[in-house]
Nanobody, 116 residues
Framework: QVQLVESGGGLVQAGGSLRLSCAASRITFSAYDMGWYRQAPENQRELVATITSGGSTIAADSMKDRFTISRDNTKNTVSLQMDSLKPEDTAVYYC??????????WGRGTQVTVSS
């Protein structure tokens, strides 16, 4: 069974930093596009950033100057460095692995709370 396990969430003050990690197992990690999404209460899940199997990255406009996605194919991990955090970044952050419409997996999420 495919597993994506997020870690690194927590409580941080505005202006602070957090680094999220996602460890993947039972997939050919290097063949998957990996991504981070987030969902705040009463909001839809939204894209944070993605990194393709080839290493190309995309980030949401509101986050691209503060958040950096990276991957380590030797460790089957994808990370999200979040700097200059704002209270509106408070959400559950989810890891995603995507290869095709049917080979698409989600982690259970990690809570990030930014206090003002």
């Amino acid at each position: 069974q495919v597993q994506l396990v997020e870690s690194g969430g927590g409580l941080v003050q505005a202006g602070g930093s957090l680094r999220l990690s996602c460890a993947a197992s039972r997939i050919t990690f290097s063949a998957y596009d990996m991504g981070w999404y987030r969902q705040a209460p009463e909001n839809q899940r939204e894209l944070v950033a993605t990194i393709t199997s080839g290493g190309s990255t995309i980030a949401a406009d509101s986050m691209k100057d503060r958040f950096t996605i990276s991957r380590d194919n030797t460790k089957n991990t994808v990370s999200l460095q979040m700097d200059s955090l704002k209270p509106e970044d408070t959400a559950v952050y989810y890891c995603n692995a995507h290869r095709t419409d049917t080979l698409n997996y989600w982690g259970r999420g990690t809570q990030v709370t930014v206090s003002s």
